[in-house]
């Protein structure tokens, strides 16, 4: 997927002492030499606690100014696609909170390339070779360097006492790469292949999965009601109406915002999860999964089990259909503290006054993220992004869908990879707020 050279994959294969803090104790790996171990730390120590409040308020400074880039009135403008115009603004604003504003300064053209090598990924995947997508393979081929040029000009301050976001963003990149040059056995190459393969995914599920949350609540004018009145409540106190300023974690424990957010991950997203017997014999149920076999699961199959979730009253909200009640619980009386002995929603519901949103006994069922020890570890940044990004542009603008955008359809050539695109463009019109 990433172009990594065969001798780093070695050097990546030879690493079997797990991603716990405590290496498997039949590895001999040397600390040091714990790739997985230490990709994984980076990313879980810098998108969760602390780091993650402070790259939140990078990201909604971020996106706030290519905002204000945006030449829209507020007399209503006609655009051809929604994923198309929300997908350089977050972008960049993604990236600039994760690398820094250096990085897209010595890339200008990266955002650009990445969804060009992102469009083409599921061949690059199936190893179509250069000569039957020379696009594609240059677009992959432009990003590395872009990797590798970062890594150069910033590397006088990786090993610095220097805080400069401009640089690092959130520096969970700089604390790869502190990692990263005690492997000796990693190329310059490897590491690009790896900080690209990081970048992936902070941007190839979320941004799709960023778009069907827009797409979910604008085309429904009550559904887009019930969220505003969530997300106007989440304004902090230093909010003007010029310059919109959330309190993030308030917006991000919303129960609507927060039930629309895990029914588009329920709906929109299809990943193979594999997992490896490594060391031994594994015992699922009553299946024997030999050492070294993989175990595939597809997340697609738990999101559409009937018997897993709630249909509402008389089976009025099927698995199959969107609905942006389906994890949210009510208390059965005011004094109630605990989700646990909540009733679930029921779609008779005419307010979300009282409901509370809930993933109780969803384990096995909600896997979007995958499960167990190895989940994704960025999901708590996932989650950030699509509802700030919604927050943000749908409190400064107008979006309404128009030409029949209302019935598109996912991308189903991804299907497997995570989150769907798109298969077709879904044109709307904006028009600022006026205040």
């Known amino acids: ?14 690493d079997n002492s797990g991603i716990t803090h405590d290496p498997h104790p039949n590895s001999e790996i040397q600390p040091e030499n714990r790739v997985f171990y230490l990709m994984h730390k980076a990313t879980v120590d810098f998108l969760s606690g602390s780091h993650l409040v402070s790259s939140a308020r990078s ?14 009135g ?14 350089p603004h977050i972008s960049h604003a993604t990236l600039e909170a994760m690398c820094g504003s250096f990085f897209l300064s010595l890339n200008p053209s990266f955002v650009e390339d ?5 469009r083409n990924m599921p061949r690059l995947l199936q190893g179509w070779p250069r000569w039957l997508m020379p696009k594609a393979w240059k677009a992959r081929d432009k990003c590395l360097e872009s990797m590798i040029k970062w ?43 790896s900080d690209l393969g990081i970048i992936w995914g902070m941007n190839s599920n979320s941004m799709p999965s960023t778009f069907w949350y827009f797409w979910e609540i604008t085309r429904d004018p009550q559904l887009l009601s019930r969220v505003l009145c969530e997300v106007n409540t989440c304004l902090s106190d230093i909010s003007t109406p010029g310059s919109l300023d959330f309190n993030v974690s308030k917006l991000c424990n919303q129960p609507l915002l927060q039930s629309i957010y895990a029914e588009t991950l329920r709906m929109r997203i299809a990943v193979y999860i594999i997992r490896k017997a490594e060391y031994q014999d594994a015992r699922v149920k009553d299946y024997v999964v030999p ?17 897993d979730w709630n249909t509402g009253n008389e089976n009025t909200h ?20 605990s989700p646990e002995t909540d009733e679930i929603s029921s779609g008779a519901q005419k307010s979300t006054e009282g409901a509370r949103f809930s993933l109780n006994g969803r384990a096995g069922a909600w896997i979007p993220f995958g499960g167990g020890i190895h989940q994704c570890p960025g999901r708590h940044w996932v989650k950030l992004q699509i509802i700030l990004s919604f927050a943000m542009m749908c409190s400064t603008f107008d979006i309404e869908l128009t030409d029949g955008a209302a019935h598109i359809q996912p991308d189903m050539r991804k299907y497997g990879l995570g989150a769907l ?5 879904a044109p709307f019109r904006i028009r600022r707020k006026r205040t």
């Open 1 to 14: 997927m990433f172009n990594t050279p065969k001798r780093d994959m070695d050097f990546f294969n030879l």
């Open 59 to 72: 990201f909604q400074i971020a996106l706030r100014k290519r905002i204000d880039t945006i030449s829209v």
């Open 74 to 87: 507020d007399d209503w403008v006609d655009m051809p696609d929604l994923y198309t115009f929300l997908q």
């Open 114 to 118: 990445f969804w060009n090598f992102n």
């Open 151 to 193: 890594r150069r000009a910033s590397s006088g301050l990786v090993h610095t006492a220097s805080t400069d976001p401009n640089f690092f963003g959130n520096d969970m990149m700089r604390e790869r790469w502190k990692y990263f040059s005690k492997m000796e056995g990693l190329s310059e190459a490897g590491v690009a292949s």
């Open 291 to 307: 050492q070294n076999q993989m175990l595939v699961t597809n997340s697609n199959t738990a999101h559409m089990n009937k018997q």
């Open 318 to 337: 099927p698995v199959e259909e969107f609905w942006a009640d389906r994890f949210l619980t009510y208390a059965k009386d005011t004094q109630s503290t």
């Open 421 to 425: 695109p798109p298969k077709s463009e």
